[in-house]
C-alpha cells in the first residue's frame, strides 16, 4: 500500500521555490530553536581539588545534589569536576572547592586569581591573614575554635573542656536534623566537620549562582565578598569576613557528645559571630 | 412543655450560633492541642494527640479540626464538638504545615521528601503529589482554590502551584530558609518570610514577580507566619527570636507597629472579623490575644509546651 498518498494531518502545501513566506517561516522557526537554546540549562562548572574519596568531596557531592535540584527549578545544571594539583582549569569554571595541603590551596589561589578558591578543610590562621581576594575558607580556623572553647570554659567553669567543631552528625536544631539525614541517607556515614565544610563551600556558589543569575567567576567572586545570608542549617545567616572566613557558629563537644553552640549565651552575644576568630587582616 | 422544646432547642442553638469562638493550638512538646475560649480566653479543653504536633486547620464547613501530627506521620481528625480524636490518616514522613482547600482537600509540605502532598481527609487517599524543593514547609491556598504556595526552606524559593492541574506554574527565588507564605484575600497576591534572611517579601502571584520586600530592622527577628489582615491593609508577621508581632504596611511592607509578646513567636490565627489576632509564643508556653486595633496584647494564655501551630473556629 506504500504507493497510497500518506495521510497526512495538514493539506499538502504547494511545493514550488522557497518564497518569501518560507523564508520568514524558516526565520520564525531559527528563532523559537534560539530561544529555546537560551532557555536551556545554564551549565555551572565547578572543579573540586583533593582526594576525592573523603569526607569534604561527598559533602560537596552532597551540596551539588541540592545545587541541582534547585537548578531544576531555574533553569540551571552544575557539575563538579575533580582536578589535578597544577592542573589548569576547566575553561569557565565557576569556582573550586579545595580539600588539599596549604601548599597545594596556595598555588591554586595564585593559578586561579579571578576565580572564587573555597578551602573546607584547612584550619590555619595564617591562611585567612593573607587576605587573598579569591580565598574563602568554610572550615573554621584554629583561633575561632579556641576562642569558642574559651567561652565554653567561662559559662562552664568546673565543667569538662569542650572541643569546638563546626558541625556534629547529632545536632539537630534549626533544621540541621534535616542535613544529616540527607547526608547519611546518601552516604550512610555520619556528616563530619569536612563534610560540612564541603556541602557549604558548594551551597554558597550554588546559591550565589542562582541569585546572580550567572556562572561567571568574576561576578560570583565580587558577590561572596558581599552581603550574604547564607543558610549553612546553623540557625543565622552566614556570610565572608575580610579575610575570606565564613562566620559561623561553632559546636561545642564533649566526650563526642553534642554539649553547646557558640557564641555561648551568657558569655557573648549569641548572635555576635565575630566574637570568635579574628577578623583583621594583618598578622 | 412539648411545646417548650422547640423553643428551647432553637434557643440552644441560637445559643451554639453565638457561642463565642474558639482557639485550637498545637502544643509540639506538649504532644498535646489546647481549646481556648475566646471570651474569656481560658483553656477549657487539652487534648492528647500523639508526638509533635504542628500544623493545624479546620474544615471549610467547620466539621473537622486536622492536626499534623509529625511523629507519628499521619493527620489526626478532631471532631470540634466532642473534642475526640476521630480517626487518623497517613500523610506521608514528618508533616509540618498544611493549607485546607475550599474543598476540603489538604494541602501538605513533606519536609523529608521535597514533596507537597493533596490528600482527602473524608477518605485519608493521595489526590496528588507535586515534587517540590528541599525541605518543604509553608503552604497556603488561596481562597478561590485555584492556586496554593509552597515554601522550599532549603532551596530558598516559593513555587507556585496551580490547582486542579497540580502543576508548578511559577518558582521564585527569596531569601534564605523560606517558612511561611499566605495569599491575600483575592489571591492575586502572596506575602512570605524568609527565617535566615530575616525579611518579607510580596509577590504577584499571576506573573510571579517579587513585587515588593523588607527586611525586618531587627536583625535577631526570625521571622515565621504571616497573614495579611481582613480588611488587607496591614501584615501580621510573627518575628520568632523578636519576640514581637511585626504589624506591616501592606503597600509600602513599612512596619508600623512592633506589638511584644511572648518568647520565640512562630504561629498567627485571626478570628473572623479580625479584630483579634492569637499567636503561639513557643517557648514561653503561651498564647498571646492582640487586639488588632490597638496593637496592644490583651491577654496571654497558659498553653502546654512549645505552641505552634493556630486556628480559631467560629
Request: charged letters at 20%; proline letters at 6%; hydrophobic letters at 45%.
Amino acid at each position: 500500500m506504500s504507493h497510497h498518498t500518506p495521510h497526512r494531518r495538514f493539506p499538502p502545501r504547494p511545493s514550488h521555490q522557497p518564497g518569501r513566506t518560507t523564508w520568514l517561516r524558516l526565520c520564525f522557526l531559527l528563532l523559537c530553536a534560539t530561544a529555546a537554546a537560551s532557555a536551556q540549562a545554564l551549565e555551572v562548572k565547578l572543579a573540586f581539588l583533593g582526594e576525592t574519596d573523603s569526607a569534604a568531596h561527598r559533602g560537596a557531592m552532597q551540596g551539588l545534589a541540592e545545587a541541582q535540584a534547585q537548578g531544576e527549578f531555574l533553569g540551571l545544571t552544575y557539575s563538579l569536576n575533580a582536578i589535578a594539583p597544577g592542573s589548569a582549569l576547566p575553561a569557565d569554571t565557576s569556582a573550586v572547592v579545595v580539600a588539599a595541603p596549604a601548599a597545594t590551596l596556595e598555588a591554586a589561589v595564585a593559578a586561579h586569581t579571578g576565580v572564587p578558591v573555597l578551602n573546607a578543610v584547612l584550619v590555619e590562621d595564617a591562611l585567612r591573614r593573607q587576605c587573598r581576594p579569591n580565598l574563602f575558607h568554610t572550615q573554621a580556623s584554629t583561633e575561632m575554635r579556641r576562642d569558642a572553647e574559651a567561652q565554653w570554659q567561662k559559662a562552664n567553669p568546673a565543667g569538662p573542656a569542650a572541643r569546638a567543631q563546626v558541625w556534629h552528625p547529632d545536632f539537630t536544631r534549626y533544621a540541621a536534623a534535616q542535613l544529616n539525614k540527607r547526608y547519611r541517607d546518601t552516604f550512610n556515614e555520619a556528616m563530619t566537620d569536612e563534610a560540612w565544610a564541603g556541602w557549604a563551600a558548594v551551597k554558597l556558589v550554588s546559591d550565589t549562582v542562582a541569585r546572580e543569575q550567572t556562572a561567571e567567576a568574576a561576578t560570583l567572586l565580587s558577590a561572596l565578598r558581599g552581603r550574604l545570608a547564607f543558610d549553612g542549617q546553623k540557625g543565622v545567616d552566614l556570610s565572608f569576613r575580610a579575610d575570606g572566613q565564613l562566620r559561623q557558629p561553632l559546636l561545642l563537644v564533649v566526650d563526642r557528645a553534642l554539649a553547646g553552640e557558640a557564641p555561648v549565651r551568657g558569655v557573648a552575644d549569641i548572635e555576635d559571630l565575630d566574637s570568635l576568630g579574628r577578623i583583621e587582616c594583618q598578622p | 412543655m412539648k411545646k417548650l422544646i422547640p423553643v428551647l432547642s432553637l434557643l440552644c442553638a441560637m445559643q451554639a450560633a453565638h457561642a463565642a469562638p474558639r482557639v485550637f493550638v498545637t502544643n509540639e512538646v506538649g504532644d498535646s492541642v489546647s481549646v481556648i475560649d475566646a471570651g474569656t480566653n481560658k483553656v477549657t479543653a487539652t487534648i492528647a494527640v500523639g508526638k509533635r504536633p504542628r500544623g493545624i486547620g479546620v474544615a471549610p464547613d467547620g466539621g473537622a479540626i486536622y492536626v499534623a501530627v509529625s511523629g507519628e506521620n499521619h493527620i489526626a481528625v478532631i471532631d470540634p464538638t466532642s473534642l475526640a480524636v476521630l480517626r487518623t490518616f497517613p500523610s506521608g514522613d514528618d508533616p509540618e504545615t498544611f493549607a485546607v482547600h475550599p474543598n476540603g482537600n489538604l494541602y501538605i509540605s513533606n519536609e523529608e521528601d521535597a514533596k507537597a502532598s493533596v490528600f482527602n481527609p473524608a477518605t485519608g487517599e493521595r489526590v496528588a503529589e507535586i515534587k517540590v524543593g528541599i525541605e518543604p514547609e509553608g503552604v497556603a491556598v488561596s481562597a478561590d482554590g485555584i492556586r496554593a504556595v509552597v515554601t522550599s526552606e532549603s532551596t530558598n524559593m516559593l513555587h507556585i502551584i496551580a490547582i486542579p492541574e497540580h502543576k508548578i506554574v511559577a518558582n521564585i527565588l527569596v531569601g534564605a530558609r523560606p517558612r511561611a507564605a499566605s495569599f491575600s484575600a483575592d489571591g492575586t497576591l502572596a506575602y512570605a518570610t524568609s527565617e535566615i534572611s530575616g525579611e518579607v517579601k510580596k509577590v504577584d502571584v499571576a506573573s510571579g514577580k517579587i513585587v515588593g520586600k523588607m527586611p525586618l530592622a531587627d536583625d535577631k527577628a526570625k521571622p515565621k507566619d504571616i497573614l495579611p489582615s481582613r480588611d488587607g491593609k496591614q501584615l501580621y508577621v510573627a518575628g520568632g527570636r523578636a519576640d514581637r508581632v511585626f504589624v506591616l504596611d501592606e503597600q509600602t511592607l513599612e512596619i508600623l507597629h512592633e506589638v511584644p509578646v511572648g518568647k520565640r513567636v512562630w504561629g498567627l490565627a485571626l478570628n473572623k472579623d479580625g479584630s483579634r489576632l492569637y499567636t503561639t509564643d513557643g517557648a514561653s508556653d503561651q498564647v498571646s490575644v492582640i487586639d488588632t486595633v490597638a496593637h496592644k496584647v490583651v491577654a496571654t494564655v497558659p498553653v502546654g509546651k512549645m505552641p505552634w501551630g493556630i486556628v480559631v473556629v467560629e
